[in-house]
């Protein structure tokens, strides 16, 4: 699955007020919680069913069920928020073919390095 299919499978499972509970944002009974893109104190945003989103009535903010968390987590990027999702509610889902990130493809050449001091102890 690429990125985009992986983003439709958690649109399609998660929704907006799904997130919202995980976020701990607090939403009432008609689907309605405080925007956190405007850190607006009244209830102006409404979370949707199924995978309509939301939508801030005050600052006009919309999206989908993913996007929601990128208000809430400083610094997160749309692709964090789809695997912060992902973990929150176990869908397991990863992607086809996993670059490694740079952390990863650090780790490695540690880990290998680690590997060589080794064979150079036992043979010396
Ligand atoms: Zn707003």
């Not at 990128?70 to 990863?94: H, I, K």
């Not at 490694?100 to 036992?122: G, L, M, T, Y």
């Amino acid at each position: 699955m690429d990125i985009r299919e992986i983003s439709n499978v958690i649109r399609n499972s998660v929704t907006a007020i799904d997130v919202a509970n995980a976020l701990g944002l607090e939403v009432d009974r008609h689907g309605r919680c405080s925007c956190p893109f405007h850190h607006g104190q009244d209830k102006n945003m409404k979370l949707y069913d199924g995978n309509r989103g939301y939508y801030c009535f005050v600052c006009h903010k919309s999206g989908d069920c993913i996007s929601l968390v990128t208000g809430v987590v400083p610094e997160c990027s749309y692709t964090d928020a789809m695997w912060w999702v992902n973990d929150q509610f176990g869908l397991g889902l990863r992607p086809a073919k996993e670059k490694p990130s740079i952390f990863q493809r650090d780790r490695a050449s540690q880990i290998r390095k680690r590997k060589d001091q080794n064979a150079v102890r036992d043979t010396g």
